[in-house]
Each structure stands twice: as C-alpha cells, then as structure tokens.
C-alpha cells in the first residue's frame, strides 16, 4: 500500500495529519499479510493499527475485544468518523443480531466487533478468505501469565486454524516477556512480527508528596481543575464514599465507584463520566478498564498502589489524547504496612513484597522518577526527564546534624506517643488541642524547630525515617518512635545529610493557571457537551480535548480551514463543522467588542481588516471598529481581493449601482478615470463603488 494511499486515509477518516511512531511499520506490515504483536502503552495509539487497514482492505475485519462497554464506544466512534462498523455481543436482542448478519452478507460492514464468547454466531457467516484481518485486542487475556486472564480468551488459538490466509494482529499494553511469547505461542503465530513501542507517556508529569493531610492536598490540588475529569484510585471503598461525599459537599461532582455497587448504577456513574456529567471517580481499582475516555486531566493515588505495574496502567488512563496532564501520588507508611499484610497473605509472597519493595523506592526516590518507572520496565532513558517533581526542584544535600537532632530529642521528650503532625506541631511551637491537653508547651523542645515551616519539617522527618532512626509504631496509630541508631545523632555527635526541598517544590508542581470559564476551549467543549447529548454518544468520540485545543489556537472560520484542525477528517467536518465554526466566530466578535480599541501597526492593516471581513463584520463595522474612513476599508479589501484573498466583493456595493456602471461603461467612450463616472453620475455614486464595480467587470471580461 502506498503511504500516500494511508496518509490520504488516516486524514480523511481520522483527522490526523501523521502516524505516531509505529503505526505506519505496524500498518504496513499487515497490508503485507503478516501475523503482528503490537505492545504499547495505553494511549499510545493501537486502534488505528487495525481500523485504518480495515477501511483498505477488501473483506471484513474481525476485532476482537472483551469489554462491551469498550466495543460500542469503538464503533461508535468509528460511525462518527464515517467507517461502517457494528458489534455482536451476548447483550443484544436476537433482532439487532439478525439486522447485523444482513449488513455482513451485503458486505456493508469494514469492521465487526465481537466478543470472544459470541464468536460462534458469526462462524458461520465467514469463510476463509472473507475475512482480511483479524484484531485481537487487550490480546494479553489469553495468557494466565498477565494480570488480567480471561478464560474466554483461551478459545481463540482456533481462529488462525479457522482463517489460516488472514492476519492476525494481536495488541496489549502488557510489557513483561513471559506474556508476550504466551500470547503468540497461544494464538497460533509463532513468527508474529514483536512490535514494542516505548512507554515513556511524557505528557504525564509524575509526583509523589507525603500522605499527610490528603483531603487539603487534593482540595488544592483540584483548586483550578474545576471543569477537568479524573480519578483518584483508593485501596478501600469506605475511603472512596467519604472522599466523594466531602468533595460533593465543596461543590465537586465526584462519584464514589467500587465492586460492591449495584451494575446499573455502576454503569450510570460510568456514563455520567464519561459524557463529563461527572467530574471526579473515586474509585478502587475497579474502575478504568472498560473506558477509553482520552480526556482524562489527572489521576490521583489517595492510596499506594501494590506495585508499579498496577500504578503506571492506572496513571495511563490520564492524557490519552496525548495533552499535558498531571498525576499524583500520596506515599504513606501505614499503606506500606497495609499492602505488606495484604501480600503475605497471598501464594507468591515473595513476588508480590518484592514489588512492593520496587513501589515504595519509587515514592520515595530522590532522582528523577520516570527514569526509575521506565528502568522497572526494561527502558532506559538517557536524559533526566524534566517532567517529575525531582527533576523540577532537584534536592540539594545539606549537612542537617541539627535539625535531625532537634527532631530525634523531640520525639524523645514526647516518649514516641505522636504521630507526625504533632511531634511537627510541637517543634514549631504550636498552639492547639492536643498540645494543651497534653501540656506540651512545657517540655524543653516546645518551639526549637520555629524558624522551619511545616512543610519542611514533614519532609526532614520523613527522610529520617527513610535514613533508619526514626520509626513508625503502625500498630500504635503511627506514633514516631526512636531507632537504636538515634543514639547515634543524639549522643555520638554522628553526621546527618537531608536533601533540601525548595519552597517551589511544596507549592505542588501540579499547580496551574486556571482555564477561565469564558475561554473559546471552554465555549466549545460546551458545544461539544451540547451535541454529544443531542447524539447520546460520549463527547470524546466527538472531538478530543486536542482537537478542541487545536481550534482554540487555529481558530478556523470556514470549512477548508477547519479541515486543516489535527482530529478534523471528512464526515466530521460536514457534520460539526458548520457549529464550531459559527462559534468560533461568535467568540472572536465578543472578545473584540469587549478589547478596548488599539490602533494597530502598519504592517497588519490588511490582514486586521481582513480577519474583521471573514468574522462577518460589515464595511461600516470594519470601519468603525478600527477607527478610520470607511474608504480606507474599501480600499484595503480591493487590495487584498488582488492578492488573492477571498473577497466577495459584490457584497460590498448594491447590485443597481454596478448595473448602472455597467450601462456607463458602454455608454462613455473611453472613459479615462473614475472622475468621468463619478461626474457621469452627478456624484449620486461614490467613489469606491465605481472603483470596485469596475474591478468586478473587468474580471467579468477577462474570465
Ligand atoms: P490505545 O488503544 O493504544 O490505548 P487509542 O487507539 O485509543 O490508544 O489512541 C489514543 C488517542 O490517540 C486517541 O484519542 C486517538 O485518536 C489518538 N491518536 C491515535 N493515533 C494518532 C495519530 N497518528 N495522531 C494523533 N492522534 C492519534
Ligand atoms: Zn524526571
């Protein structure tokens, strides 16, 4: 296949202008009739690795996927783009099967979703060589190596007997060795073509803060997030109701979403995020694997996860329109210890601490964090990635013998009975409940650590506890205790280094301007919430969060402009692009009504003038706006309709007066100059609408 043939394609009937690395080797691998395995990220960009070949390719394409609720977003997307395509599953009514049996006899199906169980309905409707590609999606819950084994999976070796010609194309976002080979071993391709795209997601920034005060941390967090979607993962579901509840009651619309939450709300809630009815999940790790919504802002770990695996599929499900988007993660002891119970308890203990073991060196690393993610998952990253909080506000070592002595002799005097917020509340010299209950502004080390703010201390006492003298008594509701090593600072004179966390660093890196309400991004995903209503589709399945952004920069007012925006194909600009555009233009009016006037620079007199012509304004408008003679906006549009610019110039004058100097011109024998005319008319006409009559019939006879 030509590569002009599958750009013109992915333009068309995708929008984008170019493939991401890969897709055009996986692409053209298949033309080629071979059997592939494609790892990659999720949001790295496997749909079109099979949908794209699907619209070229002569006969049906089979994919095969295991969550329903997945499948009917696929095609609809798919339909929204103009691709034909239908789903089989065990949930449909016998008539909507039989109406989908008829479109794939007619041959009006590119693609046919089917869930492996509903596989044995369409058997019969296919032969060999009917089919020209078979797509097997999340393709690692065929092998009980993977963390998400699906029995039903197991079946599918048969299709490669059944279809021997075809290709198969198998893809996952699992990375591990072990399952990959299961799965080619297990679907029947030994010499599948490995396709292995990195899984650097650099648009993800990564952070991990102390798990103190959490609620206040995600309120500050989500300060300029109002309108954004995301969800923080929680290890319990108590923690995900009260969470939402508190954040119900802030004016959030958060959902809390767990196992045990009956399936019709769980679907609802689903829904309602999906279509940014819902704003917020807080959800346990049962949520995320059914959407594939790709503007998801942020994802929060209220809870650490028990391994990194586990962690980068969850944080994964943010950006996958490829925009900026932001994590977070709150690294606590007592989830350490929590998770540690949990693991002991399970067969392969030995397994499950040691990643936990890798989980809780990430959180607490003091270098660059993506290069850590990445190493774990056999990459190697050459630069430090700039993306991470360490590699934003990189510590610097100090020697702390001091502070960590005023810390240990404090948790002394207060006989290891605090949790960290009061042995910090004592050493600032606090005043509140507990230290008054407790008498504590009588003991020596009341107020010693004054001159170092809150923040600091937290962090000081956290790279104690991580350096060994200090420990937490989870068993004792996380009272700070002294190690046998404390002795060594506190009475041997033995050396402390801490790193120095900049004031930068506590500000939270995830910080950031707010999108104001009366942005034309926010006035558009309006329209887009609008219309994925009228249609009862999700609005991501309309246009991406880039596609929108794209618009906000470009701002395209026609159609051949809009057609230009990176997620724009065909189908979707006949069918938006009408609406998006006549608010664009009503934006770019608003804003300019409300601008006060500046006299603008020579050099772009023309092109002002013209960008107030296509938003629709009049002469007179124009005229008005820029604050010169309307003779001057006549000329400048005679000009720009030289250089070739579209300007419709017989909307400018009445069409009785072109009529009029039309006859004139026949009538005046060689007219020299436009005063003969203006004389002509006893000066009833104007200037300019001689001008531009003329320019308009002399055009008329040189065409
Ligand atoms: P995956 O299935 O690997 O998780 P998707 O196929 O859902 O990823 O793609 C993730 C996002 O990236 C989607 O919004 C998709 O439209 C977009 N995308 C895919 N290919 C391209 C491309 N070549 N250019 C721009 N965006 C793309
Ligand atoms: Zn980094």
Redesign the pocket.
């Known amino acids: 296949m030509k590569e002009a043939v599958l750009l013109d394609t ?1 333009k068309e009937y ?1 929008g ?5 690395p890969l ?1 055009k080797k996986i692409i053209s691998s298949v033309f080629e009739a071979q059997d592939n395995l494609v790892i ?10 099979y949908q794209l070949p699907a619209i070229l390719l002569p006969e049906i394409t089979l994919v095969i996927s295991p969550l329903i609720a997945l499948m009917k977003d696929q095609v609809d997307g798919l339909n929204a783009n103009g691709v034909p395509a239908a789903y089989l599953n065990s949930s449909q009514e016998e008539a909507d099967k039989q109406a989908i049996f008829q479109k794939i006899d007619n041959k009006e199906l590119k693609l046919l979703y089917v869930a492996p169980e509903s596989l044995q309905f369409v058997d019969r409707f296919l032969n060999d060589g009917k089919v020209s590609l078979i797509a097997i ?1 999340e393709a690692h819950c065929i092998s009980s190596w993977g963390h998400d084994f699906r029995p039903a999976y197991t079946q599918l070796g048969y299709l490669k007997n059944r279809f021997p010609s075809t290709p198969v194309l198998a ?1 996952t ?1 699992t990375a591990d060795k072990a399952t990959r080979n299961d799965i080619c071993r297990q679907l029947n391709i030994p010499s599948a073509k490995k396709h292995v795209a990195s899984f650097d997601r650099k648009n993800l920034s990564l952070e991990v803060k102390p798990g103190i005060k959490r609620f206040e941390q995600i309120t500050e967090f989500l300060k300029n997030r109002k309108n954004e979607s995301g969800i923080i993962y929680c290890l319990s579901r108590k923690t995900t109701e009260e969470l939402a509840s508190k954040l119900k009651v802030k004016g959030y619309k958060a959902e809390a979403y767990h196992a045990g939450i009956d399936h019709t709300n769980r679907s609802q809630i689903q829904d309602d995020f999906i279509n940014d009815e819902k704003h917020i999940i807080c959800a346990t790790i049962a949520f995320g694997m059914g959407i ?1 919504k ?1 503007n998801i802002r942020w994802v929060i770990h209220y809870n650490m996860p028990k391994n990194l695996e586990g962690y980068y599929q969850e944080i994964g499900r943010a950006g ?3 925009l900026p988007s932001d994590t977070l993660l709150f690294h606590s002891y007592a989830d350490v210890v929590q998770l540690q119970k949990f693991a002991s308890n399970a067969k392969n203990e030995e397994v499950q601490l040691a990643k936990l073991d890798r989980m809780k060196q990430y959180s607490e690393a003091l270098s660059c964090r993506r290069k850590i993610l990445l190493s774990y998952f056999g990459e190697y990253l050459e630069k430090d990635c700039g993306n991470c909080d360490i590699c934003r506000n990189p510590p610097e070592f100090f020697e702390g013998t001091v502070i960590a002595q005023k810390a240990l002799s404090c948790i002394f005097r207060l006989k290891g009975s605090e949790p960290i917020s009061a042995v910090i509340d004592v050493l600032r010299g606090s005043q509140n409940e507990v230290i008054r209950r407790n008498n504590y502004q009588e003991l020596s080390t009341y107020g010693i650590g004054k001159d170092i703010s809150w923040q600091h201390w937290q962090q000081y006492l956290i790279q104690l506890i991580n350096l060994g003298y200090i420990e937490i008594a989870f068993d004792k509701n996380n009272h700070l205790q002294l190690t046998k090593q404390a002795k060594k600072v506190l009475f041997e004179n033995e050396k402390i280094y801490l790193a120095d966390v900049k004031d930068e660093k506590l500000k939270t890196q995830t910080e950031k301007a707010s999108t104001t309400a009366d942005s034309l991004f926010e006035k558009l995903r309006q329209l887009r919430l609008e219309i994925a209503k009228e249609e009862n589709i999700p609005a ?1 399945l309309i246009f ?1 969060d ?1 596609a929108l952004k794209d618009m906000e920069k470009q701002r395209p007012m026609s159609d051949s402009e809009f057609l230009l925006i ?2 724009v194909g065909r189908k979707k600009m006949e069918d938006y692009g009408y609406r998006f555009i006549k608010e664009i233009i009503a934006f770019s009016k608003e804003k300019r009504e409300k601008k006060p006037k500046k006299k603008t620079k020579k050099g772009n007199t023309l092109k002002e003038t013209l960008s107030l012509y296509n938003d629709g304004l009049s002469v007179e408008e124009i005229a008005k706006e820029r604050g010169v003679a309307k003779n001057t906006i006549f000329t400048h549009l005679i000009k720009l309709y030289d250089e070739g610019e579209e300007v419709n110039l017989h909307q400018l004058i009445p069409i009785s007066d072109l009529k009029s100097i039309e006859r004139a011109k026949k009538e005046l024998e060689n007219p020299s100059g436009l005063r003969t005319y203006f004389e002509h008319f006893e000066e009833a006409i104007p200037y300019e609408t001689i001008k531009i009559s003329l320019k308009i019939l002399e055009d008329k006879e040189s065409s």
Not at 16 to 20: A, I, P
Not at 40 to 49: A, L, N, R, V
């Open positions: 992915l995708f984008y202008e170019k493939f991401r897709q990659m990220p999720t949001g790295g960009g496997k749909s079109i690795c999606d893809l976002a594939d790709s996958r329109d490829g991501y991406n880039a990176n997620g």
